[in-house]
Structure formats: structure tokens, C-alpha cells
């Protein structure tokens, strides 16, 4: 046994000393793009202001930071609960938990075939051996001084037959040392995609948060325009009192009358679908919580119950690439896609394995490891691929195309990142411009309707001049409402496109989410966007 312990050790040694390199392209993480923006030409300072509520100017801080529970700007304890229920009890955030937490498993199984293999086994054996036989394949004398052999003979009852009982016990090991790399590889590109698991997991957190704001900004929004509709509708009863009073009198026709009923019923057509679109909304609001639709939820949102934030912060361009979570998982994609180069290199190098075993075997239990029962054995192998018609090779040929591949993926992603930001910002400066002209319009509709129906009172205009100036107002008091949500749902948007604050969640401080945005960079991100298609992108070879 002690020969067994120092040669398999010394093996050992060997194969930790052959292990020390491994083959294929080391990845480097892609830096920001050079000089990256967000709009070709500076902002203004703040946003446009308009005198109505959700129309104060909204300033721009750059460099600004993002919390993690970014929603509660809007200092609405309704919408705080409500995207707290969400993320406790919404199926989606635990199917994200639970896939990252397969992933680390997966991590950990790969890393298990850094360690020998270590098995042992015992066996019971009750042997009859043919008496024709007996002879040639008889246990002979053991360790005890026991010796077992067969009766023969030429006379009867000539040869019997054997009966014997057999013990083995041993224990095996075997260590296939990473010499050229291949499972170091393996487990880097299953780190890889753990971690393509963590930044899905932030991801969950952001766009739930989001859809929850969202909804409730929809539900104030349809909210408005039912009200907006039904003062509509009354607009449309009072001209259509005034026409028959004036009817009454002879001073309006039938004609008249009968447009007005006709521009009535079609003011109350507007309400219908606005009323299924307010439930089908809180219907989202019920299912994003986690409940079926008959199980309704006590929050409920109006214009008044969200309060407009004036500070809108904004990230330095350069730290985009490190705060959202759709280009961090991309970056792990080509960690991972990066090593499987690599493992596809090492799968065309010798493979080295060794295999040891000892035990013990007699006829009785409690002989196997006296003298004569004990036995082990040392086994080094190496194999090399001679010829497999190629397999290999295009292997590896397939995974330089999938890095190719996942290269181009993170570009477009990092693309995408930045246009989603540069979208938003655009709608904040135009969607309040917007509410600012559509209040100017609201505020002229209705003192031009004011105005309208007096003169039509006096006789001083006809219908049609009333019915022009009701449908201008009811466009206008529809467009108004419609930008006073827009407002807020174009700062959620911006929280959102620029990451929506995961780092400064605490458990990512704690280590249990992906990893915070970095203070500095590299160049990497140069070399891979000016990579050749013929060649391995320089940045992570």
C-alpha cells in the first residue's frame, strides 16, 4: 500500500505540473465604445414647463446616480406597494432565480472533474465450479494456509464439483489531469453563463418594476380621458339643450337638432372602449402582482396621486455599457463563446488519464487484507485523436464563428443600450414641449367653445360654427390629457434605458447579484468592432 500511495502521488505531481496552461484565446472585457453619446447635440438644461399639474420643467444632472428603487421618485405609497407585491410574489422573478441558481449548479458539477474520482466497492461471490474444470481455475491456497482445490479422479465418483466463496473490497481512483486546459475552459464558459443568469435576474427586477409603473401611469392616463370624455358628453348636453330651447323658440331648424343628438352619441361612443381599456389595465396590474383576475388589488392611481420628479439624472455615457444589464449578459455571452474556442482546441490535444485501484480478495470475509489477499495497481494513459474525418477541426471552426457571432450580438446590444437612452431623452424635451403646446390649445378650444356658444345664444352664429368649435375642444382636452401621462411615463422610460439602478441594490454589494459597474474600463471594445471577419477578434484572444 505504501508503494501504491507514493507512485500514484507522485503522479499526481506530475499531471499538477502538466496542467499550468490552457489553450485558446484569453477573453479581455470590451471596454465603452470611444467617445460615446447619447445625441449628437448637447441638451438643454431642463425640459419645457407648462401650467398644469405633471408640467413642471424637469432638469437633466448628468453624471447622476440611479437607485435601485428608482419608482418611489414619483412619491406615490400606492405605486411603492404595489411594485413591492410585484417583485415578492410575480412568477417571473422566482423562474429567474431559479434559473440562476441551476446555472451555479452547473458551475460547481464542472468544477468537481478538477478532483480525482474516488469509488469503492465490495463484492460477495458464491462460486460452483465444474468438476471437469475444477483444476485449472480452482482459488488455491490462501493467506490462512487454506488451500481449495479440486477432488478428481478415475474411479467413481470421479471428478465432483467445487463450491467456494469469494470477497473482493477495493477502492478505485481515477484523475484525468487538465493539461492542456479543457475543463478550465469548460467551467469559464459555465461561469459565463451564470452570470448571462445573474443580469437576466436584474433584468426581471427592472422590467418588473417598469411594467408596474407603466400600468399604473396607463391607468391614470385612461382614468384622465374618461374624464376628459365625460365632460365631453356634457359639453354635447348642454348644446343640445340650447338647440331645442332655440328649436322651441324658431330659432334653430330640425337639422340642427338632429346633428347635435348625432354629435352627442358619438361623444358617448368614446366611453365604452376607454372603460374596457381601464379594466384590461387593472387586469395587468393584478396579474403583475402575482393575482388571478378576480382577485382585485386595493391600489388604485389617479393624475393627483404622482408627483412629477424635477431632477432627472443621467449617466455618463461611458458607464452605459456597465449598468445595463442586457449588455452585461451579452459580454458574458462572448466570455462564454470565448471559451468554447478554447474547449474546442483542447478537444484536438492528447488526453491524459490516470486510474488507480486497491484491495483486498479472499474466501473469507475477514482474509482480504491479510497476506496473500491485499492487491493494487497504477494505470497512465494518454489517447490522441488520429483521424476522425475532420469533426474536430470544424468544431472548432463552428465555435470561432459562434465567437464571430456573439461579438456582433454585444455591438448591437451596446447599439441598442444607447438608442434606447437617446429615444427617451428626446421624448422628455419633446413631450414637454408637447404638453406645453397641447395646454396652449386646450386653454384657446375652450375659450373659442365659450365664446361660440354666447354668440350662438344671441343669434350672432349658426350650428355648424358651435358644433366646429365643440369638436375642436374635445380633440384638444383629449390630446392634453394624453401628454400629461406621457410626461410620466417618459421618466420611468429614462430610468429604465439607463439601467434602472441594480448596482446600488443591496444585495449586489452583498455579492448575491451580478457584478457593479466598474470605475474604469479598457480599450477592448476598439478591437473588437474593427475585428476582421478572417481572423479571432484581438480583444479576446
Known amino acids: 500500500m505504501r508503494v501504491c500511495s507514493t507512485g500514484l502521488a507522485t503522479l499526481l505531481a506530475i499531471a499538477s505540473l502538466l496542467a499550468a496552461c490552457s489553450v485558446g484565446p484569453d477573453f479581455l472585457r470590451p471596454a465603452a465604445p470611444k467617445d460615446a453619446g447619447y445625441v449628437p447635440t448637447p441638451l438643454p438644461k431642463a425640459t419645457a414647463a407648462a401650467a398644469i399639474y405633471g408640467g413642471d420643467a424637469q432638469r437633466f444632472v448628468e453624471g447622476g446616480d440611479i437607485r435601485f428603487d428608482w419608482w418611489t421618485v414619483f412619491q406615490s405609497p400606492a405605486l411603492n406597494a404595489l411594485v413591492d407585491k410585484a417583485i415578492r410574489a410575480n412568477p417571473t422573478v422566482e423562474a429567474a432565480q431559479r434559473a440562476l441558481a441551476a446555472a451555479e449548479e452547473n458551475v460547481y458539477a464542472q468544477q468537481g472533474y478538477f478532483y480525482p474520482t474516488v469509488g469503492v466497492g465490495y463484492q460477495f461471490q458464491r462460486q460452483m465450479v465444474a468438476g471437469n474444470l475444477a483444476n485449472s481455475v480452482a482459488p488455491g491456497c490462501q493467506g490462512n494456509g487454506h488451500c481449495i482445490t479440486a477432488v478428481q479422479s478415475t474411479t467413481p465418483p470421479y471428478n465432483k464439483a467445487l463450491y467456494y466463496n469469494f470477497h473482493t473490497a477495493q477502492v478505485t481512483v481515477g484523475y484525468t489531469p487538465d493539461v492542456f486546459g479543457l475543463n478550465r475552459r469548460q467551467v469559464e464558459s459555465l461561469e459565463a453563463q451564470a452570470a448571462v443568469q445573474r443580469y437576466e435576474l436584474e433584468a426581471t427586477y ?93 391600489e388604485t392611481f389617479e393624475l393627483s396621486s404622482l408627483h412629477l420628479p424635477q431632477d432627472l439624472p443621467i449617466s455618463v455615457p461611458s458607464k452605459l455599457v456597465e449598468q445595463r444589464p442586457d449588455v452585461r449578459a451579452a459580454e458574458e455571452q462572448l466570455r462564454s463563446a470565448n471559451a468554447q474556442v478554447g ?47 475532420g469533426t474536430l477541426l470544424h468544431r472548432e471552426r463552428a465555435a470561432d464563428q459562434a465567437l464571430y457571432e456573439a461579438a456582433a450580438q454585444y455591438r448591437s446590444t451596446v447599439i441598442t443600450a444607447y438608442q434606447n437612452v437617446a429615444d427617451t431623452l428626446h421624448a422628455l424635451v419633446s413631450d414637454a414641449d408637447a404638453l406645453s403646446a397641447a ?103
Open 343 to 389: 474547449v474546442a482546441i483542447a478537444n484536438r490535444m492528447p488526453l491524459f488519464s490516470i486510474t488507480a485501484a486497491a484491495g483486498g480478495t479472499a474466501t473469507q470475509f475477514t482474509q482480504m487484507f491479510s497476506p496473500g489477499g491485499p492487491f493494487w495497481s497504477i494505470i497512465g494513459s494518454v489517447a490522441q485523436t488520429v483521424f476522425d474525418g
Open 206 to 298: 427592472i422590467t418588473l418594476a417598469a411594467n408596474v409603473v407603466a400600468a399604473a401611469i396607463q391607468e391614470v392616463s385612461v382614468r384622465s380621458q374618461i374624464a376628459a370624455v365625460k365632460e365631453i358628453i356634457e359639453v354635447n348636453v348642454k348644446s343640445l339643450d340650447l338647440l331645442r330651447a332655440q328649436q322651441k323658440d324658431g330659432y334653430a331648424m330640425g337639422i340642427d337638432v338632429a346633428a347635435q343628438e348625432a354629435a352627442l352619441a358619438a361623444a358617448r361612443q368614446l366611453l365604452p372602449p376607454l372603460q374596457s381599456q381601464f379594466e384590461q389595465t387593472r387586469d395587468l396590474l393584478r396579474a403583475l402582482v402575482g393575482n388571478l383576475p378576480n382577485e382585485d388589488i386595493d
Open 439 to 541: 395646454l396652449d390649445a386646450e386653454v384657446a378650444a375652450k375659450k373659442t367653445l365659450d365664446l361660440t356658444r354666447a354668440q350662438m345664444d344671441k343669434g350672432y352664429v349658426n350650428y355648424l360654427i358651435l358644433l366646429q368649435a365643440e369638436q375642436a375642444y374635445q380633440q384638444a382636452l383629449l390630446t392634453l390629457v394624453q401628454a400629461q401621462a406621457t410626461r410620466f411615463g417618459d421618466t420611468a422610460a429614462l430610468f429604465e434605458a439607463l439601467g434602472g439602478g441594480w448596482w446600488n441594490r443591496a444585495g449586489v454589494a452583498a455579492g448575491e447579484g451580478g457584478e457593479a459597474p466598474e470605475k474604469t474600463g479598457n480599450a477592448a471594445a476598439e478591437q473588437i468592432s474593427a475585428s476582421s471577419p478572417d481572423e479571432r477578434p484581438s480583444s479576446i484572444q
